[in-house]
């Protein structure tokens, strides 16, 4: 909204141990609805914004996308804690803020979590419960690195197929968001399978059939355990996703997000230059 880029901080959250922490990255306009305060800033500009601010300091602002996800994320680290008091492998919420010092109060009087964004997430109603953190990731491009979506691109599904069959034994490369996956895994396993704050999935366009085995292979390399997996083989996704409901749901694709989005499923865009 602002010109110059300010990071809001509640001085009465302890920072978690960078060393061993992760940090989730979260922007004011994903974790809080502002699009009224947003509209306000571009039709009257940055001193109506600011004043308004000012004047609704005290006033909480409502629930965004992102809400559900940095709840879900707390209570993950609670049960770490309840587990282990003296856990640091947690997670470390910051909220970037694009406010002035003098109209960010307001964000840091609404925020009770910390969190950094690195992907685009997309505004619309969420309905998400706020227990157990539903993580959903596709596969090609985002867990796994998009080798296969080149040769798809360049030979098509039949020498998509045959890549994947000479290739089955090799482990597939590493995408954008491996680390934040294993990191959840690393996390995932202090609990009992019962009991775990944490749910993942991998929602793939591959078939399970013919371009199944080197995911799971791959999975299996890394050490990375996936609570379900689903081999769509090009079906939508929609479907599923209605059903798991996740906090958040990690795609490459425009067409599967604005499909999530049309459901009420907080979704973020990963870009992939893998």
Same mark, same amino acid.
């Given at each position: ?11 009465? !959250? ?61 209570? !993950? ?73 080149? !040769? ?17 034994? !090799? ?104």
């Amino acid at each position: 909204m602002a010109e110059a880029k300010s990071t809001v901080i509640n001085s009465n !959250v302890k920072q978690k141990d960078p060393n061993e922490a992760l940090v989730i990255a979260v922007t004011t306009r994903a974790i809080f609805n502002l699009e009224e305060e947003h509209q306000l800033f571009l039709t009257k500009g940055k001193e109506e914004y600011v004043k308004y601010q000012q004047v609704n300091e005290n006033k909480p602002l409502e629930q965004g996308t992102a809400f559900a996800f940095i709840q879900a994320v707390q209570f !993950v680290n609670e049960k770490l804690l309840e587990r282990n008091p003296e856990e640091k492998g947690l997670f470390d919420v910051i909220i970037l803020s694009n406010n002035s010092p003098e109209s960010g109060m307001r964000i840091v009087n609404s925020a009770k979590h910390h969190g950094v964004s690195a992907a685009l997430i997309f505004q619309q109603e969420v309905q998400t419960p706020s227990t157990q953190l539903r993580v959903v990731f596709d596969g090609d491009a985002v867990l796994f690195s998009d080798e296969t979506d080149r !040769v798809f691109r360049e030979k098509g599904l039949s020498g998509a197929l045959e890549y994947e069959r000479a290739m089955e034994a !090799v482990p597939m490369g590493e995408g954008p968001l491996k680390a934040f996956a294993m990191h959840l895994g690393k996390m995932r396993k202090k609990f009992s399978q019962e009991n775990s704050p944490i749910r993942t999935y991998l929602l793939t366009a591959r078939s399970g059939r013919d371009m199944g085995i080197r995911a799971i292979k791959t999975l299996r390399e890394w050490g990375l355990a996936i609570d379900e997996a689903f081999f769509m083989d090009g079906a939508p996704k929609g479907p599923l996703l209605s059903q798991i409901q996740p906090h958040i749901f990690f795609d490459d694709g425009l067409h599967n997000i604005q499909g999530a989005q049309d459901i009420g499923i907080p979704s973020a865009l990963v870009p992939c230059d893998c």
